[in-house]
């Protein structure tokens, strides 16, 4: 019995590590962006009408997410490095309570970037999501071409290589 608890913990251990993001595959076209508006945190609406012809890296995160507030500084990073590119990192806020929760959370991490809060639609509408952090990168002609689950150890440089690709694709 104990070497059968023993192997569990160890096979649990083991999944939680294994990448099923495939961000080591050639980028392909995943789906449509759905066409959507978002509560921002700092006040109006985040459209995706006001992101159409950019690169996007959209996070589905949670303030109380461990691995979440330790990807935002990377986030910032990358953002800066992209900035007058046309890339936008958006963060989208899930299970977090309401917004008069999320904005002290969003100060505190320093997110340079826009936050919303998310809903049932958004979710649905690019497959849902099973944990945090999940990462979409979207291109220019809105199309979804990455969903990776989690927080990889080459997360950060697979997603500046596919902005990059993604920057250089020629519009259709």
């Known amino acids: 019995m104990k070497n059968l608890l023993v192997a569990l913990f160890a096979a649990l251990l083991m999944a ?9 595959k050639p980028l392909i076209v995943l789906q449509e962006a759905p066409q959507f508006t978002l509560r921002n945190v700092n006040g109006g609406e985040l459209k995706s009408s006001d992101l159409r012809g950019k690169v996007i890296v959209l996070d589905f995160w949670a303030t109380w997410c461990v691995p979440c507030k330790i990807e935002i500084p990377e986030y910032n990073k990358l953002r800066a490095k992209f900035k007058d590119k046309g890339v936008e990192f958006v963060g989208v806020t899930f299970d977090s309570g309401s917004i008069e929760k999320v904005v002290p959370a969003v100060k505190e991490l320093g997110m340079e970037y826009p936050v919303a809060m998310g809903s049932d639609f958004i979710d649905a509408a690019l497959g849902g999501h099973f944990g945090y952090p999940t990462t979409f990168l979207i291109g220019k002609d809105w199309k979804v071409y990455r969903k990776i689950s989690g927080s990889v150890p080459t997360k950060m440089s697979d997603l500046e290589r596919d902005i990059t690709a993604l920057l250089a694709k020629p519009e259709d």
């Open 16 to 24: 939680g590590c294994v990448n099923t993001s495939k961000s080591n």
